[in-house]
């Protein structure tokens, strides 16, 4: 476990371990569970980096959240759901108030600390990944997949193939694959890709990878023999350039294969080399690149030497911790408006995430222009956002390749509505709004 603490003056570079402090009675404490060890470090490390560096900028530039700074520390849980599950129960009550909220950083751990959060009224961040129902704040009030679900990624993928084939009538009778982590983070889009092809008529077929990904042979293989007219691929870590390196193995071409945003980072693809020339990726909306608020970071963390990580600065997944964490600030913010300007607990930031509304005009003034669209949740949406776009990798650069598209609620909200009456009617809940 890895503690960090923002107010110190200590650069943070890879693995570092320090003391934590008591914490004032103006303290938020905010947890951070990250994974800077093992097969899937390549990813957690940028993203943990753009986490802590944004927290920090918020108490150098700002002095904290309205005057509360921001204490936090991380806790290593190797994306092993008994591990995050255990740095849960040890940081949820630090601080005078506990923790604000968490962002689990797997879909395993986030299924099972949806079953603790309701009892420690604990927010669940989950930014682009989690339980795809939870968006149904009815059933789910403590869970917040904002910016997009594996639902939505999914409609999305297959809106992008439909448009490369000329119109969603060409996509009838032709072959679909996906590619997937065995694990609760692969199988997520299943359901909604299974809807889809029957929808619009072509064969889909799921090909689950075990963990943590480093052996594919037979599954590209496979591929090989039954010549898809896609493949999706639902990687993270060390599988999403693996998956790169057999394609090109058996010759499957690239540009036919469309990862999920959290397959589609340069440590997804600078391993493959040439190989991974022409692979495409949904984006969570943003991409690599600076905005205005890497002006500040640069000018208020990295360069008084506090950064978790300059090394991934701007890239990607440091650029989706940054957007994360800005998400939670903001929560907090919000929730400050009610509850006063001092440390709160999960159930008032839970308010926070309900009541966000971020604007364009929001946006801009944070410095996130151009990297993610209007956010704005309630107690019935805790998602808050529908859009994707597809970028594709030129061998040096991530190229963003397509407009933005909206997923079909038409299809995806039915999902919703039944996967979480089956979720509340299995767990005898009591379901409706709290605000």
Request: hydrophobic residues 40%.
């Amino acid at each position: 476990m890895k503690k960090l603490t923002l107010s110190l003056a200590a650069a943070v570079t890879g693995v570092m371990s320090l003391a934590a402090p008591a914490l004032a009675q103006n303290e938020q404490f905010l947890p951070a569970l990250v994974y800077r060890t093992g097969p899937y470090a390549p990813n957690g490390v940028p993203f943990a980096n753009g986490v802590a560096d944004y927290w920090t900028m918020i108490n150098e530039r700002d002095g904290g959240i309205n005057g509360v700074k921001i204490v936090f520390e991380e806790c290593e849980t190797g994306y092993a759901t008994d591990k995050g599950v255990e740095c849960y129960e040890r940081l949820k009550g630090k601080g005078p108030t506990g923790a604000g909220y968490f962002s689990p950083l797997s879909t395993g751990i986030t299924f099972a600390l949806t079953e603790k959060a309701p009892g420690d009224k604990m927010p669940l961040l989950t930014t682009g990944y989690g339980r795809s129902e939870s968006r149904n704040g009815a059933v789910f009030p403590w869970n917040f997949v904002a910016l997009g679900s594996y639902w939505t990624a999914a409609d999305v993928a297959i809106q992008h193939i439909a448009k490369e084939m000329g119109g969603i009538d060409k996509v009838k009778g032709k072959k679909i694959s996906l590619v997937y982590h065995d694990s609760p983070y692969g199988k997520e889009p299943i359901a909604a890709l299974e809807a889809r092809a029957k929808k619009d008529g072509f064969e889909f077929k799921a090909i689950p990878v075990t963990h943590p990904g480093v052996e594919q042979k037979s599954q590209w293989l496979a591929i090989r023999q039954d010549k898809p007219d896609y493949v999706l691929l639902w990687g993270w870590g060390v599988m999403n350039s693996t998956s790169i390196k057999e394609a090109a193995s058996v010759a499957y071409p690239r540009d036919k294969i469309i990862g999920v945003w959290w397959s589609g980072a340069e440590p997804d693809v600078t391993p493959a080399g040439d190989q991974a020339v022409g692979y495409k990726s949904l984006m969570l909306q943003h991409g690599a690149g600076q905005s205005a608020i890497h002006a500040d970071v640069k000018k208020h963390v990295i360069d008084k030497g506090k950064s978790a990580g300059k090394d991934d600065f701007a890239q990607i997944l440091y650029n989706r911790g940054l957007i994360n964490s800005m998400i939670g600030v903001e929560a907090i913010r919000k929730a400050q408006e009610k509850f006063g300007k001092k440390p709160l607990k999960g159930e008032e930031v839970r308010w926070g995430f309900e009541n966000l509304d971020l604007t364009a005009a929001r946006l801009k003034e944070l410095g996130f222009e151009g990297m993610v669209q209007p956010i704005k949740m309630s107690c019935a949406d805790h998602q808050g956002g529908d859009v994707a776009r597809v970028q594709q990798w030129d061998g040096k650069n991530w190229k963003t390749i397509s407009d933005y598209y909206t997923a079909d609620r038409s299809l995806l909200d039915p999902m919703v509505a039944a996967a979480s009456k089956k979720y509340a009617e299995e767990k005898k809940l009591a379901v409706g709004c709290l605000n």
